[in-house]
């Protein structure tokens, strides 16, 4: 009786495997596709990197490249309004640079000492741009963290030039102008490709340990300053009160002058025309001057009685008649 015998097939099923030579240009295909390809927010420019060398800027959109890693995108915001805050962080910032990561580093950036060698917390803002993305990405090695430490040196530079009593009060606006074209002028002549917009103060107080103290200075400043304006506001209502009516009365004390100057030299005028026809003619002038001066005097007479050695009887003289009532 004959053994069974085994059969045993040793070579692969190649059939299986023709599929890849399908799979694997379409996979690299589609890889290519996508690599070949990229798109810009909005918001930003696209700066291409062709073998890691700068090639150019593009503008937002769908843009075309190189595909296998040949070139390489960094996209920036260059339409955004980017901040820092110095001294204090707002929670859930998107900027990473936007502030300290530590409370004590915070700490540390707002405590400054014045030009008079006092105390204070001074807490601000920088608004800023990225205006050259070329420069922003290549010119300096972090530019958002040199813009930081600039901005730090030069507050401490503009708030040691000043009295704390300005820091705090009066001297805000100065400051913030003063900061703001220096941090222009040094972000420019760094090259960092940024521009800076505006630079604004926010809390500036003495330190904790004196805080009731400088409260009691301040308010007595604004107790003086008040009483200050009561009396220039007293002074402003009574002074021009005073000097109205010493101007009214030289004005009155003036005009009598003239009118009692120009009355005696009136009478005087009139003394001498009357001397000059005096002495031409005595006796008339003398009767003219005799009957003028009785028209004046007797309209005025009411019941006045006339007696005359002449005349045997009394007449009496009504106001707007002659004698006896006749006119």
Known sequence: MPKPTLAFNNQPDWSRLSVLKWVLPAVFAISLALSSFYTVPPDSQGVVLRFGRFHSIEAPGLHFKLPLGLDSVETVPVKRQLKLEFGF????????????????????????VTGDLSAALIEWVVQYRIDDPRSFLFVVRAPEQTLRDLSEAVMREVIGDRTVDEVITTGRQEIEDQALQRLRSMASNYQLGIKVDQLQLKNVNPPSEVQNSFNEVNKAQQDRQQKINVANGEYNRVVPKAKGLAEQT???AEGYKLKRINEAQGDATAFNSQLTEYVKAPEVTRKRLYLETMTVVLPGLNATWIVDDSVTQLLPMVQGKGIGGVK
């Open 250 to 252: 030289i004005s009155e």
């Open 89 to 112: 962080g707002t929670p859930g910032a998107t900027n990473r640079q936007q502030r300290n990561s530590s409370r004590e580093s915070r700490t540390l950036e707002k405590s400054m």
